[in-house]
């Protein structure tokens, strides 16, 4: 016998309006319903209350059970009806899914205690899923993840034995020092060089910045280049990926040629950068150092007016509310938007202003949630002015895809469960 269609027991509360849940009234109905059946019933009009004070200790008619239910709800670990005809052959009562006063999300004072039983609920929750992965078994990741994690796995492998780096953690360290300390190609590559001579034959360190950056590159997040026209009216994508000129201002979208140049290889006026979100987010469920920390918000909701995170609010209980589909994924991601004007060298005398939009999971516990590895840069709108109003023109990829992961998702493999879902974000 399982307990999750008994879920409810626990969830007498509304959390936010106060009073008892109608399913609740409904379920202890059912319950009462059932318990008239039982032959103690029906000889002595009588049997054991399950509510908090009595325990199963006392003996109550049906109606006075009824309220005792309403008023103070089902004892702890009571999910199979022992003490009412139930058989718990595998011993989920003493398991010990302690839902956490209300479904954890239940009055001031159940607050406390769930603080203070954080672990106990991992520690549950673990056991439920070691029970569903009983049941189902774990799942391969969708191919575009199967393939990043066979190139993690690859890359990961010692150079040789022994050695303490990778081919991906050499190449990761070069191209580092090469951005901090402003090194040449050229002396990236002698470098590079000096260290292959030195390791044994064969290990597969990076000749040149090219096949560092390229071995990072399969592995990291793309970001793309868009060309944009030199008075923010529009950006050559789509369909208009093909136009040389500006379909409102007529702007050309090339530097012309000067003579003697490449016709190929044209320079754009203005050009953006665009780091795609969904590859980011899909990449906080493939690692473990973010994927658990996904579903902080829906164990640590509180009710008693101090709010220590954005799932704390009005807006985000609201939001629950109007859409609740999307509310009963706890995996499901609800982002924030900022961006602000930046000037990147302000000792020179020509002013020059660019546009960083950074978007931010908010799922994220208060001490990871505006740490910059989770604070996602996406849009970067090039200056020299303020794009003021077109904004929005900018804004486009990322509108686009924000659309794609409200409806219809997209598809995510969770290194937590082992298995793939439909991811869906919102905008808050
Ligand atoms: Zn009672
Ligand atoms: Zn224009």
Redesign the pocket.
């Known amino acids: 016998m399982s307990w999750h269609h008994r879920v409810w027991m626990y969830d007498r509360l509304n959390p936010t309006r106060g009073g008892i849940k109608p399913e609740f009234y409904d379920k202890v109905e059912d319950f009462i319903e059932t318990i008239s059946k039982l032959d103690v019933v029906k000889s002595e009009g009588k049997c054991r209350c399950p509510c908090v004070k009595c325990r199963c200790t006392n003996y109550k008619e049906l109606n006075i059970i009824k309220m005792h239910l309403w008023e103070k709800g089902f004892m702890p670990n009571y999910w199979i009806w022992t003490e009412h005809g139930e058989i718990d052959d595998i011993g989920i009562n003493q398991m010990g899914f302690n839902n956490c006063g209300e479904g954890g999300s239940g009055s001031g004072a159940n607050v406390e205690e769930c603080d203070m039983y954080d672990i106990s609920w991992e520690d549950n929750s673990r056991r439920y899923h070691e029970m569903v992965f009983d049941s189902v078994g774990p799942e391969d990741p969708h191919v575009e993840a199967k393939n990043f994690f066979d190139l993690l796995e690859a890359t990961q492998k010692p150079l040789w034995e022994g050695c303490v780096h990778s081919q991906l953690s050499i190449a990761v360290r070069m191209l580092c020092i090469k951005a901090e300390e402003n090194q040449s190609q050229e002396s990236f590559k002698q470098w590079a060089t000096l260290i292959r001579e030195i390791a044994p034959e064969g290990s597969a360190i990076p000749r040149d910045y090219y096949e560092a950056k390229k071995l990072v590159q399969n592995l990291g997040l793309k970001a793309i280049k868009i060309d944009c ?6 950006l050559y994508r789509k369909d208009d990926a093909a136009l040389t000129s ?6 050309p979208r090339f530097k012309p040629i000067s003579d003697g140049g490449c016709k190929s290889k044209r320079v754009p006026v203005r050009r953006m950068h665009y780091l795609p979100l969904i590859p980011r987010l899909r990449r906080l469920y493939a690692s473990m150092s973010s994927a658990p920390h996904m579903t902080w918000h829906i164990k640590n909701q509180r009710d008693d007016g101090v709010m220590i995170h954005p799932s704390h609010g009005e807006a985000w209980k609201s939001f629950d509310r109007i859409h609740s589909d999307f509310a009963l994924e706890p995996r499901n991601i609800r982002l924030g938007l900022c961006s602000n004007g930046f000037t990147p060298n302000i000792q020179f005398s020509k002013p020059y202003s660019c546009w960083p939009v950074i978007v931010i999971p908010y799922n994220l516990p208060p001490g990871m949630c505006m740490k910059d590895p989770y604070l996602f840069l996406t849009c970067l709108i090039p200056g020299p002015n303020n794009p003021k109003a077109n904004i929005d023109v900018f804004l486009g990829p990322l509108i686009d895809e924000l659309n794609e992961l409200w409806n219809p998702g997209v598809l995510t493999y969770d290194i937590v469960e082992k298995k793939n879902f439909v991811l869906k974000a919102a905008l808050m």
């Open positions: 026209c030199s008075n923010n009216c529009m500006c379909k409102f201002c007529e702007a």
